[in-house]
């Protein structure tokens, strides 16, 4: 174990300079910041490669790769590679995923009542720095500490860096987004603001089928489940779940049409470009679930998932005919199918959506750490956070009692 050796921080401009193996060994360590848990179980790693357990697909040195090299995440898009690196004796101990930002969008995360704030007081805003992942709203390690060194001591050099980091690039503040709750309270310990929200996430309490998850429903909501299951494939509508070498070029071809025409009627300009999913498609296909739609021979809708060790992460969907209820039966019920079949413990549905607790997927809070520079913007907002905090825990605890499982001896 790493312990009396100095620690040394440099950040870089883009991913290519990191080697993969470095990034990845740091990126599937057994970190216990105070808590954060290890696996054991091996995971499918890129096109079958087996992987450490703790493998999470989007702080893998692929993903970020394939968001990087596409020009989805680059200056120009406001997303300038910033990634944080911790040495010892020249060997990469540690990493931080870091973009400075030029705006607040792709990040799920909203602050732009904190820009907009400051902003009026004649502060500026951005730069910022975002420890995150380029348009992805998922759980994972933001502190990638490799195994065998004394975590502690790394981790503390990563935050430490984060706020040196600030400072030379003259960013208002840094955000650590979607991090762990062990990590959350980890950079707390060190002037980091928290910030909590929800997601819907289903849990797979052990389930053998689908029809096993359905019974654990009540009546009223079992039957909705079935109805829409039926009603979604009314008009001759297949499904099609594929993976790996299973995800042909048509498909891939299909299914960014999809993302295109959805993502511009939500966001006006879509983040990702074709050019990432083909990278997508060359070195992560194997952690991918592609869940397809077809009717009279023509793919009509999709929705991407990507495969971690223990959790199907749903990204998003799109289609170019509607029906009812495809979107539920792709995005989740597929999902849902799919994790029971290859025994994860979770599928995260990604972003907001109180929709879901009536198809099985319950509140999970998620956490974000914040360092602000300047002192009276840090104290505005850290009041504002601990009100918000509370608001989030007890909009938890309402929306899990209001879902839709059978409660103690509650008959059908």
């Known amino acids: 174990m790493m312990t009396s050796s100095e620690i040394t921080l440099e950040a870089v401009a883009s991913i290519s300079q990191i080697p993969a193996t470095d990034w990845d060994a740091c990126a599937t360590g057994h970190a216990d910041l105070g808590g954060i848990e290890s696996l054991d179980t091996l995971a499918p790693a890129a096109n079958g490669c087996a992987s450490k357990a703790n493998y999470n697909p989007f702080v893998s040195h692929a993903f970020f790769t394939a968001v990087e090299k596409s020009n989805s995440a680059c200056a120009r898009t406001g997303w300038g590679p910033r990634h944080l690196i911790a040495k010892?004796?020249?060997?990469?101990?540690?990493?931080?995923?870091?973009?400075?930002?030029?705006?607040?969008?792709?990040?799920?995360?909203?602050?732009?009542?904190?820009?907009?704030?400051?902003?009026?007081?004649?502060?500026?805003?951005?730069?910022?720095?975002?420890?995150?992942?380029?348009?992805?709203?998922?759980?994972?390690?933001?502190?990638?500490?490799?195994?065998?060194?004394?975590?502690?001591?790394?981790?503390?050099?990563?935050?430490?860096?984060?706020?040196?980091?600030?400072?030379?690039?003259?960013?208002?503040?840094?955000?650590?987004?979607?991090?762990?709750?062990?990590?959350?309270?980890?950079?707390?310990?060190?002037?980091?603001?928290?910030?909590?929200?929800?997601?819907?996430?289903?849990?797979?309490?052990?389930?053998a089928t689908f029809d096993d998850f359905l019974a654990t429903l009540n009546s009223r909501h079992r039957k909705a489940i079935k109805r829409e299951r039926r009603d979604a494939l009314a008009n001759g509508i297949t499904i099609h779940p594929l993976t790996g070498s299973d995800i042909t070029e048509d498909a891939w071809d299909a299914f960014f049409a999809f993302y295109m025409e959805t993502g511009s009627r939500?966001?006006?300009?879509?983040?990702?470009?074709?050019?990432?999913?083909?990278?997508?498609?060359?070195?992560?296909?194997?952690?991918?679930?592609?869940?397809?739609?077809?009717?009279?021979?023509?793919?009509?809708?999709?929705?991407?998932?990507?495969?971690?060790?223990?959790?199907?992460?749903?990204?998003?969907w799109g289609a170019i005919e509607h029906h009812p209820f495809l979107h539920f039966e792709v995005c989740y019920y597929q999902a849902i199918d799919f994790a029971i079949r290859r025994g994860l413990k979770t599928v995260e549905a990604g972003a907001q959506g109180e929709h879901k607790i009536a198809r099985g997927y319950l509140p999970q809070t998620t956490y974000s750490a914040h360092y602000i520079a300047d002192r009276g913007l840090r104290q505005a907002v850290g009041e504002y956070l601990k009100r918000e905090r509370e608001y989030v825990a007890e909009a938890v605890r309402e929306l899990t009692e209001a879902g839709p499982f059978r409660k103690g001896d509650e008959q059908d």
């Open 266 to 316: 939500k966001w006006g300009r879509p983040y990702l470009t074709r050019e990432f999913y083909a990278l997508i498609a060359e070195n992560m296909s194997n952690n991918v679930a592609l869940i397809m739609a077809r009717r009279d021979g023509k793919w009509i809708a999709g929705a991407i998932n990507f495969i971690g060790s223990d959790t199907l992460f749903g990204r998003h």
């Open 88 to 207: 010892s004796e020249g060997r990469i101990v540690g990493v931080v995923p870091c973009y400075l930002k030029s705006h607040s969008q792709g990040e799920y995360v909203f602050d732009r009542g904190w820009a907009d704030a400051y902003e009026r007081a004649g502060g500026q805003y951005y730069p910022k720095l975002q420890a995150s992942v380029p348009f992805t709203p998922a759980t994972g390690p933001r502190l990638l500490i490799r195994d065998g060194v004394d975590v502690e001591r790394v981790g503390a050099a990563l935050a430490g860096g984060l706020v040196g980091l600030c400072e030379a690039t003259d960013a208002s503040s840094v955000h650590v987004t979607f991090a762990r709750e062990s990590e959350w309270q980890f950079l707390a310990a060190r002037g980091f603001l928290q910030r909590t929200d929800q997601q819907f996430h289903f849990r797979n309490d052990g389930y």
